[in-house]
């Protein structure tokens, strides 16, 4: 599943910049896209987003820049498209902060828009399943790509693996020690039933077999895990 966020004033550039993605994308790949839209600056900045793989950013009003740093710093990996014009400088977009990997001018054209999609989504391609980024996986919805930093730790529960990422998981098949062997060195074994990302921590308890999150959720620590632990601890926080 490819998420997509669109940003703009003008609901008839939504609904274009929709119409053209799903068909660019039904001829590059078999993978669910999944639209969000606002036209609104309130919305985008108050949404929580579990998130974003493609943005398109208008920035001609006073809004969209800010917007698209928001995501540019919640999402490191996304692919922002910006919509501009001529009366704005690429040093506006063209910084750290934003990293925009392409760009529409107004007025915008059918033409010109399906080939500066297609150029993204060609670009994008190669990084998709990059070990050293994304986790890829499928559960019932569909094939789906998460940033590795977003995920939280996971879970062996019920007979199933649970990827946990903010405020949502995520259940697939398999085995906690067969994920172990496969996921990035970021992620270590706490628990018979939990591995959990090392960037997410916030504090270890081990008079309390506790390790706290830096989102205030608690998951367990296990007696054979606290020297691995400790050491990861010392070497990696």
């Known amino acids: 599943m490819i998420s997509m966020l669109i940003y703009s004033c003008k609901q008839d550039e939504i609904e274009l910049l929709q119409e053209i993605s799903k ?55 996304v692919e922002i498209m910006i919509i501009s014009d001529q009366t704005i400088s690429p040093l506006v977009y063209m910084t750290p902060n934003v990293r925009a990997a392409s760009l529409l001018l107004k007025p915008l054209e059918y033409g010109m828009i399906k080939n500066g999609i297609r150029e993204l989504f060609d670009s994008w391609e190669p990084q998709k399943n990059a070990k050293e980024e994304v986790f890829s996986f499928e559960d019932e919805d569909g094939y789906r790509r998460i940033p590795y930093s977003q995920i939280l730790y996971v879970e062996a529960r019920n007979r199933r693996v649970y990827i946990r990422i903010k405020s949502k998981e995520y259940g697939i098949y398999g085995s906690l020690d067969a994920l172990e062997r496969v996921l990035p060195e970021q992620f270590k074994r706490c628990h018979r039933s939990y591995i959990v990302n090392i960037s997410s921590i916030a504090k270890v308890w081990y008079s309390k077999n506790s390790i706290l999150l830096k989102n205030e959720e608690q998951i367990p620590l296990s007696r054979s895990c606290k020297a691995v632990m400790r050491e990861v601890m010392k070497n990696d926080i």
């Open 23 to 77: 068909d660019v994308l039904a001829f590059q790949s078999e993978e669910h896209l999944d639209i969000v839209s606002f036209h609104t600056p309130e919305a985008v900045i108050l949404e929580n987003f579990e998130n974003i793989d493609v943005a398109y950013i208008d920035i001609t009003d006073e809004y969209g820049l800010q917007i698209a740093k928001k995501l540019r710093a919640e999402f490191p990996n």
